[in-house]
């Protein structure tokens, strides 16, 4: 597979480049039965959108998506799901000026020595733009694991630069434009970007998923580990450099008789007394919430003057303009939501013929 | 696939348990002509093997690998690599005694949840002895990357509960036990591991791998980024609980400004002055070294009595013998090592049909 | 993988119902580099066309492509290609009488049966207008082999019931409505499949492909052989119940001294004195023309009265009305050929990897 | 993937040379709890094994078969099992004095081209000795489909030479050393193939497998039909140069209204009152038996002199000593066999996941 395509059984296809026409997913595996209508798309994709807020780019976009295949009656038929989004508010010309110099932080270098030549008008595939695609299959893969299995995904902007929350209070998270758990802190985090995007610079932070009510089993024993699949799921999206399941890297100072969870009955299931494992055992979900967390490099576009070099070898100073989020985790957290969601689906469905008995 | 493969054109797929008969992979995809012999796989073996310290397990295996296929010759022919290393110093007994219990932090619920039965000696496939195949198949990896881009692959224990390597000096790395660049520093971080033992305890740490000399081009745009792939890779080895590239999770923190890292020129080649980026941009390697981290928890095998259940769902205590490493990180270094050579010769592979011009 | 993939390296995805909006494909990895314009795509689509003939389906569709991703300045990126295809002329009201009948000869049973729900409108994906994805992507396909290698695709009619082309005249097959490579027998082809119309009844055939040219090493050894994956690309265009490669049936009345190819020298080429072998040895080309075959069976859709069964498991008659091509062949020549070019472009990159010293 | 693996949820990857330690394959994806025992493998291996009879190669191997992961305590665990079959009976005499010779009709030219170098020994992984992984794993898949749906697959030589199996009486089938279900005719095939060798010759032939019992459902509707998965699969098998499904190349001669089979109701189940179709329509199973033919081309080997070019591209003559059988239709039985069975057991774990309700 060339790298568009995410999934095992439940898979996605994503297509389109910033500038270009529109961009798309193909989903192929949903199974058939499903009701399924426009606006259960639209609803995740207008939390994805730009334009919100002032911590956010200033691009208007509908991102109005059009499902063109795969429905019947209302009802998902087995067959793929094909959905598009077009590009309405392309400006391509701040891109003119700097088509013959590599952005630091970006993917301008890297595309031009694989490739051989490059699509320099914003982004192109490395946009963030392409994760619309991810949220609009996301968006499928979450209204199934609701329906199901009630599965409750909820992703929230824990840090942004030095700013963390300090409390997770999950009714807040929608009603800041950070997306943060804790209303006092999210002031701040606002308050920090804005001040960023005045100096021309950005800041990074952290976004943190969690997944309720998982059930036990989910995730395959070697190399496709639930988490092995979510680091990379989470690791895939746009400027992300870190991914950790729950203590994470605070584990590297835990004591084996501190980290491990023991194993108690609550309610006749067997549970565990706390969740360092952040959900998951030897790979596979044990029933306790799913816990992940990602960092969030500062957005590379900044105003502020940049050393860096042109296609030619020469060295020269770049300012980038454009339409940017000065920090990227409020918008990243319905992207890393679609993730987890698609991980989830997916490791479902495997599990579906893991018993013998079961078949 | 069934999750016990890894790769895309070159691909290894792992079997055997921990107390099974023996342990093995198939290696598919190497290209024909390499020279390779047993002693190639020996080597790296070798390095991962149980019974070399104070601070490993006491199992005794010599872990002498046989090529059963795919060499002809002294060289290899295309055809699939089949290697395979016998159990000999096997010791069930311990696990008689626990095998209704489940072990807190281990697979044994998750896997009994998953498929209704479950081998419950030393872990089976969830053991860490499954990584014996993957050393060797890395130990191709290595090769084929070192004999065509001289790039070499470093792995050691950066850090151990909270001693953290202050200095990296590389050939200090395989003169102490805990494999740690630090000369100073392995010092405490042995004697901290030799205590945890005797307390009955385990510590946790972080091992970090740079891999120098990766050509610039290795990577896909979207979903199987550089880093995605090696994320999924270094997550996939038992015991990992978060994986970083470059700066990592201290990104969070950062200014786009701080973080970006320019570019320049020396010696005619397009450099960057710094390597926040871990040598990946939008998923793509730049040709600076390439740096991850993983964070290995404390080892979940401890002689500590733990609260648990056992399999019919009573409550119960359990104090986990056996032969286990009290740090997982000096043998999980050769481990980190293979899965980065395996990501690095698979993207290799694939970045050679990137360009209809060299084709 | 859900199935609407193909390819391990050039990798297509179909979506799209007969009558639902449209139906595209999207093809991922594509290299870079390689000159691309919707003409391209547009004149195979253009030999697919309904409506061409009066041996053809009476349904109008202009197919004009459009492509919405992948494509920079006239070349193609490395990123997905998209293209679309709007379904301009769909009629559903012969479909609302016979919703609840299962055609015979048809998928309409076992998509029910599969899926517990259908869509009953013209086929839905089981239709042949599903390959207008497959044609698109293959006139890449096509192009590629074309430019790197002068690799010539041609398809034909080799048979329409009991009529057989006598002579091979490429020059001949675009010159008449069937594609037949004789004239002579082209007439009778055609005519037979008038008089089959009239008669309310359709005509099976068989197409034969020739790839002219092919260099000697694509294909794996093992399951992955050229002519596997050839097998299963024809076998999985509609209608298709058959494939050969060579003489293929013939050689189980033909002895081993008969059958053998001898190898020979000519013009300073290793080469054969015949082809029975149709240019594979081992599931490796071996630089002799590919010539493989597909049987098509008659049109399902027939006008005729047939027995058959509603949904509700009463017995019922159905007449199959809706616009149909009274014989396959001619249209699915240009299918055939595509599905040829995918499989050797897949097989042509993979096999880029296959010696060491050319890496 | 390398070419070495099949299947998408039941996977199995084979790996050894006929001339090699061994030969072996992994079997990962098997579900938990299912009941196995190396008995369960012996028996269908033992119908595989040479030296059975005067019709086949007068090697002598004995084909133990040892299960090396995977099992415990008598049931599968959801581990991958691997199976290791030593080779015993190696003389790789006969190779010597041809190594520089291209035996035509084998794969010596092809795999030279492909990796510039080759194992002459006895085919290698070009070898029918490669199938005993497949027959391995089949069995595995034979035994599933049994104990949960009563599945049956038997298969059995219908053609040898120009004598065809006039009924088919599956009871016959193990009664003789040909495999045919005519013993009149068996007699006559036996005969011709012991001609065949005395004149250093031999014989192709055809085999058809039925497929028992198989519910309706299997199956993916675009490119990975039921159909087009038997039909890579089959075709995949050493020596097989086409494959046909129900009335095959037959419906090219036939009309719509002769092989449409009409549906109708049997003891209240829907069921077609012919099968044409071979028990598949759109690319999915639909209850009726599924019957698929392949041609076996005859054997390569022959002693009879023949022309060829070495590998120094100097003409030469060659004769093929070695043990070999001189018609590969008896022994090729439990391998088609085995294939079909492993496509079957595929797609019905796959179709696990179809239907949303049923989740």
Redesign the interface.
């Known amino acids: 597979?060339?790298?568009?395509?995410?999934g095992?059984?439940?898979?996605l296809?994503?297509?389109?480049?910033s500038h270009?026409?529109?961009?798309?997913v193909?989903v192929?595996?949903c199974?058939?039965?499903?009701d399924l209508k426009e606006e259960d798309i639209q609803k995740e994709l207008d939390r994805r959108r730009v334009g919100q807020s002032r911590v956010t780019s200033q691009r208007k976009e509908e991102d109005r998506v059009?499902i063109?295949?795969?429905i019947?009656e209302g009802?998902?038929?087995?067959?793929?799901?094909?959905m598009?989004v077009y590009n309405k508010d392309v400006d391509s010309s701040k891109y003119e000026s700097i088509k013959h110099l590599?952005r630091?932080?970006?993917?301008d270098?890297?595309?031009q020595?694989?490739?051989?030549?490059?699509?320099y008008r914003g982004g192109?595939?490395?946009s963030a733009r392409?994760t619309v695609g991810r949220v609009a299959a996301g968006a499928i893969a979450k209204k199934?694991l609701w329906e199901?299995e009630q599965i409750r995904i909820i992703g929230y902007t824990k840090?942004?630069?030095?700013f963390k929350a300090q409390k997770i209070d999950f009714s807040q998270i929608e009603q800041n434009i950070v997306r943060c758990p804790d209303p006092e802190v999210a002031k701040q985090m606002e308050e920090a970007i804005v001040q960023?995007r005045k100096q021309g610079?950005?800041?990074?932070?952290?976004v943190e998923v969690v997944a309720q009510h998982v059930p036990?089993?989910l995730?395959?024993?070697?190399?496709?580990?639930l988490?092995?699949?979510?680091?990379?799921?989470?690791?895939?999206i746009?400027a992300v450099?870190?991914?950790?399941?729950?203590?994470?890297?605070a584990?590297?100072?835990?004591?084996?008789?501190?980290?491990?969870?023991?194993?108690?009955?609550i309610d006749?299931k067997?549970r565990?007394?706390r969740n360092h494992?952040?959900g998951?055992?030897?790979?596979?979900?044990?029933?306790e919430d799913i816990i992940v967390r990602m960092?969030?490099?500062?957005?590379?576009?900044?105003l502020?003057t940049?050393?860096?070099?042109d296609i030619f070898?020469?060295?020269a100073e770049i300012r980038v303009e454009g339409r940017h989020d000065p920090c990227l985790c409020p918008r990243a957290v319905p992207v890393a939501e679609a993730m987890v969601a698609l991980v989830l689906v997916d490791h479902w469905?495997?599990?579906?013929?893991?018993?013998?008995?079961?078949?």
């Open positions: 597979m060339a790298g568009s395509s995410f095992n059984l439940f898979v296809t994503t297509w389109g480049e270009g026409k529109a961009v798309g193909v192929d595996g199974p058939a039965g499903l059009e063109l295949s795969g019947f009802k998902t038929t087995g067959a793929p799901i094909s598009i590599f630091p932080g970006h993917a270098y890297t595309y020595m694989k490739y051989g030549l490059r699509d192109a595939r490395a392409e199934i199901k840090q942004v630069g030095r960023a610079d950005s800041l990074g932070g952290i036990p089993g995730g395959e024993p070697v190399f496709d580990k988490d092995a699949d979510l680091a990379k799921a989470l690791m895939s746009p450099k870190g991914v950790e399941i729950g203590t994470g890297f584990a590297a100072e835990m004591l084996g008789s501190e980290h491990n969870d023991p194993f108690t009955v006749g067997i565990t007394t494992a952040g998951i055992l030897g790979g596979i979900s044990n029933g960092v969030v490099k500062p957005t590379s576009s900044i502020k940049q050393q860096t070099v070898g020469h060295p469905l495997r599990n579906k013929v893991s018993q013998f008995d079961k078949l």
